[in-house]
Antibody, heavy 125, light 107 residues
Framework: EVQLVQSGAEVKKPGESLKISCRGSGYKFTSYYIGWVRQMPGKGLEWMGIIYPGDSDTRYSPSFQGQVTISADKSSSTAYLQWSSLRASDTALYYC??????????????????WGQGTMVTVSS | DIQLTQSPSFLSASVGDRVTITCRASQGISSNLAWYQQEPGKAPKLLIYAASTLQSGVPSRFSGSGSGTEFTLTVSSLEPEDFATYYCHQLNSFLLTFGGGTKVEIK
C-alpha cells in the first residue's frame, strides 16, 4: 500500500526548534516530489514547498522561503519540515503529500495524490 | 504567483441538490487544475485533475470543466458524504497555489 506516515503532534514554546517527518512506503520514494501544506486552525490549504528526494531539488513558496527548511533522507524514505525558531503563528496542521504524475491527452499533470495524516503543531508559551 | 479565487466560499444545500463551485485563476493555466475534497478531520482527497479528469474511484456525480482562467466543479446530486470543503489547486508551475476553499454544508 502506498502511504505517507507523519510524526506525531507537537507542543512547543515560542523560540524553540522543531523538525517533523513524513515517511513514504509502498513506492519508490526517490522518484516522486514530496510537498508540505499548512492548514491553520479553521483555514484553508497553503502550499509551503516541495522537495525531490532523488536529488534534493527544493522549491519554496515565497510566503515560506526563509521561514522553514525542507529536507529528505533517501536512506530512510523520509522527508522533513523544520523550524529553527517557532512562533505562535506557526500553530497549524501540517500535511505532507506525494506529487504524482498523471497522464491525460498526451500531457502530464503533477498532482498531490497521496497525503499523510497530518501533524498538529501547537506553539504556545 | 498565480492566485485562485473560489466562489462561493460557503454553500448550503440539501441532499439531491446539484451544486457548482467556481475557481478563477489570475492568469491562464490551460488545464493545469485539480480539485480536492476535505472532510472534517481528514486529509484532502484528490477528486479531479487536468481540470476535468476524474481520479480513479471518485463517483461519477462529480465533474469538472474549464480551461484557461475559469473552472467549475459540479456535483450532480449531493450525497450525505459530499458535505465537505472543496479546494481547487493550480499545477502550472512550481509556485503552486490553492484556492481559498468552498465549504458545502447541509441546509
Amino acid at each position: 500500500e502506498v502511504q505517507l506516515v507523519q510524526s506525531g503532534a507537537e507542543v512547543k514554546k515560542p523560540g524553540e526548534s522543531l523538525k517533523i517527518s513524513c515517511r513514504g512506503s509502498g513506492y519508490k520514494f526517490t522518484s516522486y516530489y514530496i510537498g508540505w501544506v499548512r492548514q491553520m486552525p479553521g483555514k484553508g490549504l497553503e502550499w509551503m514547498g516541495i522537495i525531490y528526494p532523488g536529488d534534493s531539488d527544493t522549491r519554496y513558496s515565497p510566503s515560506f522561503q526563509g521561514q522553514v527548511t525542507i529536507s529528505a533522507d533517501k536512506s530512510s524514505s523520509t522527508a522533513y519540515l523544520q523550524w529553527s525558531s517557532l512562533r505562535a503563528s506557526d500553530t497549524a496542521l501540517y500535511y505532507c503529500a506525494r506529487r504524482g504524475p498523471y497522464y491525460y491527452d498526451n500531457s502530464v499533470y503533477f498532482v498531490f495524490d497521496i497525503w499523510g495524516q497530518g501533524t498538529m503543531v501547537t506553539v504556545s508559551s | 504567483d498565480i492566485q485562485l479565487t473560489q466562489s462561493p466560499s460557503f454553500l448550503s444545500a440539501s441532499v439531491g441538490d446539484r451544486v457548482t463551485i467556481t475557481c478563477r485563476a489570475s492568469q491562464g493555466i490551460s488545464s493545469n487544475l485539480a480539485w480536492y475534497q476535505q472532510e472534517p478531520g481528514k486529509a484532502p482527497k484528490l477528486l479531479i485533475y487536468a481540470a476535468s479528469t476524474l481520479q480513479s474511484g471518485v463517483p461519477s456525480r462529480f465533474s469538472g470543466s474549464g480551461s484557461g482562467t475559469e473552472f467549475t466543479l459540479t456535483v450532480s446530486s449531493l450525497e450525505p458524504e459530499d458535505f465537505a470543503t472543496y479546494y481547487c489547486h493550480q499545477l502550472n508551475s512550481f509556485l503552486l497555489t490553492f484556492g481559498g476553499g468552498t465549504k458545502v454544508e447541509i441546509k
